[in-house]
């Protein structure tokens, strides 16, 4: 399976701290995407990294991305109440397969 | 989740009963997903389809059949449910199967 995997699987931390969370995958990719998901929803968009990008940014987050070590981390800087979900990687790979692998998730709790 | 809804949002149906669950878009996206959401697998691919007609299996299709009939409707069919495809089942929608997707807000099946 390409399926990613997070790290950690979950994490509490207080609000205005800073939240790290981990992927990695097993094969080439062509990106890989970011989703947050709050209890009972489906998945929201957040940010892509393409595989000849290392680093990119939309307002409070900062992806990275290493190819070599085929791992992408998410940070979230000074955290909210509001970003307790959970948060999963997905990779588009260069097989031509048109669909995404997701990973397990990490479930980031942010404490008032 | 604007432009795609998913019905029902939850039933509870029996063993070996047939049940169908519909996933409608207003987007007028080509790729349609179905995935299966349970606790430590995170989100995996059961069908998808890149057109009228065109549907593809992913890596759990055992057990489901997908038809698609029309652009915006793309329907997930468990032809005699089992107690193991008790799960959340999420609907997404892509312009262009590798970019970022769209999810509906799930739907909830329960096999007693």
């Known amino acids: 399976s390409q399926q990613g995997e997070e790290d950690p699987q979950a994490l509490s931390i207080q609000e205005g701290e800073n939240a790290t969370m981990n992927c990695s995958y097993k094969?080439?990719?062509?990106?890989l995407q970011w989703y947050r998901q709050n209890s009972g929803r489906g998945l929201v968009h957040l940010i892509l990294?393409?595989?000849?990008?290392r680093e990119k940014h939309s307002g409070r987050l900062r992806v990275t991305l290493d190819t070599s070590k085929k791992s992408s981390s998410l940070l979230i800087t000074a955290s909210r109440a509001a970003d307790t979900a959970s948060y999963f990687c997905?990779?588009?790979?260069?097989?031509?397969?048109?669909?995404?692998?997701f990973g397990t998730g990490t479930r980031l709790t942010v404490i008032p | 989740d604007a432009g795609i809804t998913q019905s029902p949002r939850h039933k509870v149906t029996e063993t070996g009963t047939p049940v169908t669950l519909r996933c409608h878009q207003t987007?007028?996206?080509?790729?349609m997903y179905w995935y299966r959401q349970d606790p430590g697998h995170g989100l995996r691919l059961i069908h998808y389809?890149?057109?009228?007609?065109?549907?593809d299996k992913g890596e759990v299709s055992d057990g489901y059949s997908v038809s698609r009939s029309k652009t915006e409707d793309f329907l997930l069919t468990l032809e005699s449910a089992t107690s193991s495809q008790t799960s959340v089942y999420f609907c997404?929608?892509?312009?262009?199967?590798?970019?970022?997707?769209?999810f509906g807000s799930g739907t909830r099946l329960t096999v007693v």
């Open positions: 987007e007028n996206h080509r790729y």
């Open positions: 997905a990779t588009s790979d260069q097989t031509g397969a048109n669909n995404l692998f």
């Open positions: 990294i393409r595989s000849n990008e």
């Open positions: 997404a929608i892509s312009s262009d199967g590798t970019f970022g997707y769209t």
């Open positions: 094969t080439s990719i062509n990106n």
């Open positions: 389809s890149y057109g009228v007609k065109d549907t």
